[in-house]
Every structure is written in structure tokens, then in C-alpha cells.
């Protein structure tokens, strides 16, 4: 039998991404903008696959296939060419999806690419095998669930939208190594502004899973980063059960239910399904120019490696901190934007990562809706600076900050919520405390632990407001004054 | 029988534009004359009724008042081959499947021949999806020969040709995948011309063969087809098979231009093709080489491998038609059948086989196999290697001549139901015509005797975009043979 805590995990992971800031389908002029929209309203002869229609390509798609494509490092063919996979669905328009295939006599638009991604502080290199450019189909939709409902509806609203099929090598050894390469994809796609991966939909993932030496199994359809994560996370323990079991691990393709958080078996694999490519005879090959290309390199934005570096240059950010802003674009965005105007970039980025995350989600709020005055977090490490606000009042105030309508001086001008250092003030304050308690001061003088309860007094004189650091100073030099003038 | 009935279109146009009513008195002898013919031959499938055209013209006139001079089909109607997409009248490719399918969308040829001021009269019968060679496998009846209603008119644009035979259309469309322009137009004594693969829009033509179909005009005359031919060639945006840079070209210019220049052109007669023929077919079209031979410089060439060129035809033909066809399946248009209880795969299976007739199911299941992994090396590759080859033949040839002609059917209109018995008979029948569309050049027939009553066609290929070419020569045969404007007699 074998010990199964030495079995290797090979994962690969083949990713959906729709290209949802194309304005029109993949193969005509209807609007991409389908998302809460009514059923079968987003449609046109062409999506439909009315008879007698004929697709034309949308130039932007590839733009912007291209420009995935270079970002992962890919070698970009120098042909378009189209293929058709046939499957009977109802919810695929002509029984036949536009994609692309690898193959002789076949090219992707893509292939042999690479993502650099870091686990453990380790670098680590996963392969790209190819990028295919394809229409998504239309949707079924049922009354409550699948097995109780009356009838199938079918929604073709999504039916020829541009989608993106990223296919990677085998080449992830665990869950949380895929987690972290689809976090890295997912920001390189999004510095690219080709997708937004907060839609619904706009991002799926096929999974594919085996311990070396055992069957393989794929995991359909799943819809986050995280599910991702736990569906792997499942299906190791499962797989493993069943080996250390000596069972045999079946080449299937499940289902992973988000709900009750398990993969539920579809059908067996033992006969690949045979989609009857071949070229499609409406969309002739078309030569990719090598202009082309160079246009789309030259107006690449920076991606999130090129930050990671320039962040670890520019604001001597170390690497993990820098990784971890960048990767939340808009986090990173606010970094710079705020390191206009304060310099101390390490505090910046601390309060960002922590705090400032942490509220963010505390709260759910989307990122996007986020209004938020730079100046007030500024301000707060300003005041945090200067001694104004203590680390406690720091961590208090900023919730507040995002949820938005404070100003920070104001606040702490019209509340008097600072801290207190004023010198003066607190020295009148123990004097006072040493008036109202002399017994107490008696006791510090002979025993230097009781000073503690005299600051304690001043604390609760002053709200707790009072720098305990300050009264402390103020209380041992007016206890030494005592001392040496023997009073 | 009215003066208009065999009068060419560019006469017509003529009397039309000196007084717009007459296109009403037009109308009228042609639904009189269809209500004559049509039950004999039936050559249509949708009759757009009378009253809708009347009222369709009379707008027409209103709109056009000004513009009437430059409209190329001013009031002149057309039959559409039912497997070209009409915006609101029926378009079925004479299959049960699409019975009542209404396109919300005219095909990119209709809007052009709309926009000239051409009027659609119907949508002409056909073999179902267009596979066939005799109109016989329509879903709802065949078509009969105008010549001899006991023979077959050709196929599949056979409702086409009888149409303009038998005097019901003076224009009409047709599509051509192996030959169903020719084949009908042969049998049936018109001119049919298959244009070049790509000068003529595909949008809206419901496909059989994706890499093979065209649609192309037929007429009873030269002028007329070319005039046909100028209305619908030209770049369509939404077709990306349809060639960039051809702008519209006027071909009855060109085809003057020719005419009077008379140029001398270098003719190759394919010595296969003439032996393969029936006697009387081998007799005519002979004839009508020596006709050209006469004045043009003729030489035998041989195009040996015929019976390679149609099983590579079918093959790509059958493969792209198990594709095209899969869209039908009953769950947007096509039969509804109750679909309660049943998978999916129930369900296709179900509208599949009650929608589709047997020749269309049998091409389905061949083709499906073809590109089946595993078979798709052994057949459809091969296939794919052979035309590169039979293209690279026809370049070659091309050196040398500037058209090549044949017999465009080695035989004559066989009987109604005769080739059901022998369907490899048929396929072969097709063996002249396929080799244009897997090469994807343009190819004319001609009419150019009778045999017995039956007409007998001939066929002409040159190389991509020399319509011009095959309209000066079909015109050269045309004024010596005299063959235009013939109606039969019904």
C-alpha cells in the first residue's frame, strides 16, 4: 500500500476568462453588456446561429487576446484560425462552439507561456500551454434546481460573448499553489483591462487533478478563486481516502457544489468525447502581422511584476509587501496616490495591508464604490507622527475614515480626541493628583513600582487620554524634586 | 399569350421606366401565366400572393419617382431559391424541419436586389438543404422538367430554373454547391452561372457546404444574367469568405466591351468530360465547340482523375453539411415535438430523424463520421489534399487557356424516380460541375440544343473573377445559336 502522504499532486487548471470590457460579441455587433439584462434581449440573428448567418471577427478581441497572450509570455501565432467543436446543447446556438484548437494543421492564438508566481517566499515558474480565443454559449436556466424544475429555460443574452481559455501545464503541486497562481492571473488580467473578474461569470475554472501514478479527475465549472481552492482541497482528501482504501481513482469529471462544499461525480472519462473539430469554413485563416502585435506590445500597460519591482525600487517596499499591494491593483493605486504626500512608504503600506484591508472586508465593500478622501489616511499617519494620536486611536480612527465622513483634524479638534502631551497641562493635572493623594505619593517615593498607580490616577483624570509616557516622566521628576529638596 | 412573358428584363426595364403602370399590367400576365403552369411543374414553394406585389410596387413607384433611371432592377420580379434568407416571407430549403421558419433578416443578395428595385415573387422549390441533383428530394413535392413533366428539372435550384423556363420569373437566384445552378439550368434550358467562390455575398444563404456554396443568377438570356450578376457581386463586411477587394463591377459593360472587340481566346475542351457523356449530350455540345472553334483557338486537355474530384466533393460537401446542419434541432425553430420525459439527446435524435428527409439525414451521418476522430485523417484530410491538387491542376491549365468547356451534364433530364434506385448514378452525374466549386472558380452553362425537347447545356470555367470572360462567350453561342428567350411551351 502506498503511503499517502508522499503521494505527489499534479494539478492543472484550465480557466475561462471572459473579456468583459469588449463592448460587442466575439463574431458580431450585439453589445457584450449582458449582465442583468431580460432573457434573450442581448441577441441578433448572428448570436442566435439563425440559418443562413455568417460570423465576423471582432479586431478588438484579438487585440486584446494578444495582449494576454504577450503578458503570459506567450509565443502569438501568425494566424487566426478558427475551428468549430461540435457538442449537442441546447444552450450552444448551432450545436457547435467557435474555438481553437491545437493540432496539426490548427493553431491557437497562443501557446508555451509562463507565470512567475512565489509560494513560501520561493519563485516558481507555471507553464502556459496555450491561450484559445472562443465564444461562450448561452445559459440554461431552471425553475429552483435542476431536478425539480418544470421545464428549461434557455437565456442566450451571453450566447457569442469573447471568452479567453487560458490552459496551464500540469504543473501546480497544491491547492494553495493554485490559489496563488489564479490570484497572480487575475491581477495580470486586470492590469490589462481586459476583464473584470468581480462579475458574475466573467471568470470559470476547469480543474484537473491527479496523485502521480493514478487516474486523473476534472472538476468542472468553479466559479471563485476560492472554491477553487476547496474543491482541490476535497478532492485530495477524497482521492487520498480512496487510495489508502486501495481503491482505484476513476478518470472522471465532477461537479463541485459551492453549497455543500463537495464534488459530486458527472460522467466517466474513460472515452474522450469526440468533438469533430475542423476548420471553420466561414472564417478563413487571417495573418496576425507582426505590426500588430508590435502595436499591441507598445501600448501594454505596466503589469503587476514590472510594479513589484519598481515597487521594491521606488518606495524600498521589501518583496512581500510589495507583492501583496500590487496584487490588489486598486490597493496598489491607493498606495501611490497617498505616497505623493508621505514619504514614510513602509507605515503606509503597513496600515494599507492590515488595517486598511481588513476594514475593507470587514465592511464588504467593493472597491469600486469606494469614496474615500486620500488626504484623511494621510493625515492620520501625520497625526500618528506626530505624536497627536496614539496607535490605538490610529486603529480606531480608520474605520471611521472609510466609511467616510470624518476629517481627521476636525475631529480631533472639535472631540478633543488627541492624546494629551500638552506639558503644562499635565503637570498641573499630577499636581493635582498629588494633592488629592499623598498617601499614594509617600508610596511611590519609598517604592518606585507604586509610581504605576499614581499614573493611573492621572490616566483616569484625563479620559485615558493622557501619553502614559509623558505622565510617567512628569511624575519622576516631581517625585525627585521632593526627594532633593526633602520635602 | 402576353408579348411580356419572354421579353429580357433590360427591355422590360425600359417600358417600365418610360410608364411605371405597365409593371402592373406586367404582373398580370405573369400570374396569370403561373396560375397556367405552376400546378404542372410547381416550381415554387412560397408564392408571394398578387395583391402583396401590387401594393409592393405601387410603393415602389411612389418612393422611387425620381430615381427610377437608376435602379438596375426597376419592377422586375425575382424567384429566390427558398434556401436564401428573406425577412418575412417563409424560407424553408424545402425541409419539414424549417416548414415555418420566417427569417427575421433578408440575406445581403436580397437587400441588393431590393435596393436596385427588384421584387421578390417567391421562393422557388428545391432539394432539401440543397442536396440533390434533381429537385426530387424536397420535403413537400418535386419539381417537374417544363420541357417534359415527366423528367426531373436538375437540382437543387430546380424550382429556379423551371421558374425562368416556363415563363413564371424572368430572374431568378439559385445556389450552386457542386452544380445546382448548371445542373437545373442545363436541364432546363437557361443560363446559370456559378460566380467566382467569394465575389458573391453568402449572408443569409443557409449553408449546405460552407467552402463550396455560392450563389449565383440564372436568365433566359446573357444580358439579363449579367445584369443579375452586377446587382448582387461585390465585398460583403458581414461575409469574411467574401473577397476585399472586388468593388462593383458592371458586367454587362464588360460583357460589351468584350462583345465588340471580339477578342480571340485560347479554349480547352476537356477530352474526359466529353467522353463520359451520353451520345446526344457528347453530339450537341460538340457542335457548339466547333461553333466556337470556329473563330476561338481550341485544343484538347485532359483532367484525369474525375472519379477522385467527386468523392473529394462529397466528402468536404457531406463534412461541412453534418456542421452547418447541426443547428437544427428543434429547440429554437424546426419541428417542436414534445420534449417532456426525454433527454436532450432523446429529444435531438427525435426532431432530427422526423425533420429531415433521408438524403439530408444519410449526409448528416456520412459527414459526421468523416470528421469523426480517427476517420478524419483517412478521408477528410485526403480530401482536403486533393483539391489543393485539383486547384494546382486548374492553375496549370490556366497558363494555357482562358476557358475550358465540357458538357455541363454528361446526360439528359432523366425520369422522376429514376435515380432513387441507382444513387451513385447521381452523385457521378455531378462529376463536370464539382471541380468549380472545390476550386472555387467561376463556371457558366449555356444552352445550347434540344434533343428530343430536352435542352442539352454546356459548360465554361475560367480562372477566379473572369465572369466577364464566361458572359462574352455564353453571349458569342447565345447569337448563333439563338438560344434566348425561349419559354416552353406548357
Not at chain 1, 492571473?185 to 501514478?213: C, H, K, M, Q, W
Not at chain 1, 498606495?335 to 514614510?344: G, L, P, R, S, V
Not at chain 2, 427558398?82 to 419539414?96: F, H, Q, V
Request: aromatic residues 10%; proline residues 5%; glycine residues 6%.
Amino acid at each position: 500500500m502506498n503511503n499517502d502522504q508522499t503521494l505527489k499532486t499534479i494539478i492543472g487548471l484550465e480557466i475561462h476568462v471572459q473579456l468583459t470590457k469588449l463592448k460587442t460579441k466575439l463574431f458580431c455587433a450585439t453589445s457584450a453588456d449582458y449582465r442583468e439584462k431580460k432573457p434573450n434581449t442581448h441577441v441578433c440573428p448572428i448570436c442566435l446561429g439563425l440559418p443562413g448567418t455568417l460570423p465576423t471577427v471582432n479586431r478588438k478581441a484579438v487585440e486584446y487576446a494578444i495582449a494576454v497572450a504577450k503578458a503570459l509570455n506567450c509565443e502569438i501565432s501568425d494566424r487566426l484560425m478558427f475551428v468549430r467543436k461540435h457538442y449537442f446543447y441546447p444552450d450552444l446556438p448551432k450545436n457547435y462552439q467557435i474555438s481553437q484548437y491545437i493540432g496539426p494543421g490548427f493553431a491557437p492564438i497562443a501557446k508555451n507561456g509562463y507565470v512567475k508566481i512565489t509560494v513560501d517566499g520561493k519563485p516558481k515558474i507555471v507553464r502556459i500551454r496555450r491561450i484559445n480565443i472562443e465564444e461562450d454559449p448561452g445559459r440554461v436556466v431552471y425553475i429552483g434546481s435542476i431536478e425539480t424544475s418544470p421545464y428549461s429555460l434557455i437565456d442566450y443574452n451571453r450566447s457569442g460573448v469573447t471568452l479567453l481559455e487560458i490552459v496551464t501545464e500540469p504543473d501546480l503541486g497544491s491547492p494553495k499553489e493554485a490559489r496563488i497562481f489564479l490570484e497572480k492571473l487575475i491581477a495580470i488580467l486586470e492590469y490589462l483591462g481586459v476583464t473584470d473578474p468581480g462579475l458574475e461569470g466573467a471568470f470559470r475554472v476547469d480543474a484537473n487533478i491527479s496523485f502521480e501514478g493514478f487516474g486523473r479527475v476534472e472538476i468542472k465549472n468553479i466559479g471563485s478563486i476560492r472554491d477553487v481552492e476547496k474543491a482541490l482541497t476535497y478532492e485530495i482528501v477524497r482521492q487520498r481516502r480512496i487510495i489508502a482504501g486501495g481503491g482505484k481513482i476513476e478518470r472522471e469529471t465532477r461537479h463541485w457544489d459551492s453549497n455543500k462544499g463537495v464534488t459530486i461525480s458527472l460522467r466517466s472519462k474513460e472515452f474522450e468525447e469526440d468533438y469533430r473539430y475542423f476548420p471553420d469554413p466561414d472564417l478563413p485563416p487571417l495573418r496576425i502581422s507582426k505590426e500588430f502585435i508590435e502595436q499591441v506590445v507598445k501600448s501594454l500597460p505596466e503589469l503587476p511584476d514590472e510594479r513589484i519591482d519598481r515597487f521594491m525600487k521606488q518606495y524600498s517596499l521589501d518583496e512581500y509587501r510589495a507583492t501583496v499591494l500590487v496584487l490588489n491593483k486598486w490597493l496598489a493605486d491607493l498606495f501611490e496616490m497617498c505616497a505623493k504626500h508621505y514619504d514614510k512608504y513602509k507605515k503606509l503600506a503597513d496600515l494599507l495591508i492590515t488595517d486598511f484591508l481588513r476594514w475593507i472586508n470587514e465592511f464588504n465593500i467593493d472597491y469600486k464604490n469606494l469614496r474615500l478622501d486620500l488626504l484623511q489616511i494621510v493625515k492620520l499617519l501625520r497625526l500618528w507622527d506626530e505624536g497627536v494620536l496614539s496607535v490605538k486611536m490610529v486603529k480606531e480612527l480608520l474605520p471611521q475614515i472609510i466609511k467616510g465622513g470624518i476629517d481627521v483634524e476636525d475631529y480631533v479638534k472639535s472631540s478633543g480626541y488627541t492624546r494629551l502631551v500638552d506639558k503644562e497641562y499635565l503637570e498641573k493635572v499630577v499636581e493635582e493628583v498629588f494633592r488629592e493623594s499623598p498617601k499614594a505619593v509617600q508610596d511611590a517615593l519609598e517604592n518606585p513600582k507604586a509610581v504605576n498607580y499614581l499614573i493611573g490616577l492621572v490616566m483616569k483624570k484625563t479620559s485615558g487620554r493622557a501619553d502614559p509616557q509623558l505622565v510617567r516622566e512628569i511624575i519622576l521628576s516631581m517625585l525627585d524634586k521632593m526627594r532633593s529638596t526633602g520635602s | 399569350m402576353s408579348k411580356y412573358l419572354s421579353m429580357p428584363i433590360h427591355k422590360l426595364i425600359e417600358e417600365f421606366k418610360t410608364d411605371p403602370s405597365k409593371t402592373f399590367d406586367y404582373l398580370d400576365s405573369l400570374y396569370d401565366n403561373i396560375k397556367r403552369v405552376e400546378n404542372k411543374i410547381r416550381s415554387f414553394i412560397t408564392i408571394i400572393p398578387q395583391e402583396t406585389l401590387d401594393r409592393y410596387v405601387e410603393n415602389l413607384i411612389k418612393e422611387n419617382k425620381h430615381r427610377i433611371d437608376n435602379l438596375k432592377l426597376f419592377g422586375i420580379p425575382i424567384a429566390v431559391k427558398d434556401n436564401i434568407s428573406t425577412k418575412g416571407i417563409r424560407t424553408t430549403c424545402a425541409s419539414k424541419m424549417l416548414e415555418n421558419y420566417v427569417p427575421p433578416y433578408n440575406a445581403t443578395v436580397v437587400e441588393k436586389i431590393l435596393r436596385e428595385g427588384g421584387i421578390i415573387i417567391g421562393k422557388t422549390n428545391m432539394d432539401e438543404f440543397a442536396m440533390g441533383s434533381t429537385t426530387e428530394t424536397s420535403a413537400f413535392y418535386p419539381t417537374k422538367n417544363p420541357w417534359d413533366t415527366t423528367r426531373v428539372p436538375g437540382g437543387s435550384s430546380g424550382g429556379s430554373a423551371t421558374a425562368l423556363a416556363s415563363g413564371e420569373a424572368p430572374l431568378a437566384l439559385g445556389s450552386d454547391t457542386g452544380g445546382s445552378i448548371r445542373n437545373p439550368a442545363s436541364f432546363c434550358g437557361v443560363y446559370g452561372l456559378k460566380p467566382t467562390y467569394g465575389l458573391v455575398s453568402r449572408y443569409g444563404l443557409i449553408a449546405y457546404a460552407s467552402s463550396m456554396d455560392q450563389i449565383g443568377p440564372m436568365a433566359r438570356n446573357v444580358v439579363d444574367l449579367a445584369i443579375l450578376l452586377s446587382v448582387i457581386a461585390g465585398h460583403d463586411p458581414r461575409d469574411s469568405t467574401s473577397v476585399p477587394f472586388v468593388q462593383s463591377v458592371d458586367y454587362v459593360q464588360e460583357l460589351y466591351k468584350l462583345h465588340h472587340k471580339e477578342p480571340k481566346l485560347r479554349i480547352g475542351v476537356i477530352k474526359e468530360f466529353f467522353e463520359g457523356s451520353e451520345e446526344p449530350v457528347k453530339k450537341a455540345t460538340a457542335k457548339a465547340v466547333d461553333l466556337l472553334c470556329s473563330y476561338h483557338e481550341c485544343q484538347e486537355i485532359s483532367l484525369p482523375f474525375s472519379k477522385q474530384i467527386i468523392a473529394a466533393y462529397y466528402i468536404i460537401a457531406m463534412a461541412e453539411a453534418s456542421s452547418n446542419l447541426a443547428r437544427f434541432d428543434g429547440v429554437r425553430y424546426g419541428m417542436k415535438i414534445d420534449f417532456t420525459n426525454r433527454s436532450w439527446d432523446e429529444a435531438f435524435t427525435e426532431v432530427r430523424t422526423k425533420g429531415f428527409g433521408y438524403e439530408v439525414r444519410k449526409r448528416i451521418a456520412i459527414g459526421a463520421y468523416i470528421l469523426s476522430a480517427g476517420y478524419r485523417d483517412m478521408y477528410y484530410i485526403r480530401a482536403l489534399k486533393l483539391r489543393r491538387v485539383l486547384k494546382e491542376r486548374f492553375d496549370q491549365i490556366f497558363k494555357g487557356y482562358d476557358i475550358v468547356v465540357s458538357p455541363t451534364m454528361p446526360i439528359l433530364p432523366p425520369r422522376l424516380g429514376e435515380f432513387f434506385e441507382d444513387p451513385l448514378r447521381i452523385y457521378l452525374a455531378d462529376v463536370n460541375t464539382v471541380a468549380a466549386n472545390l476550386v472555387g472558380i467561376p463556371a457558366i452553362s449555356i444552352p445550347v440544343d434540344f434533343y428530343n425537347g430536352l435542352p442539352i447545356g454546356l459548360q465554361a470555367m475560367a480562372k477566379q473573377f473572369s465572369e466577364p470572360l464566361l458572359l462574352y462567350i455564353a453571349k458569342q453561342l447565345e447569337d448563333r445559336t439563338g438560344f434566348r428567350d425561349i419559354l416552353a411551351q406548357l
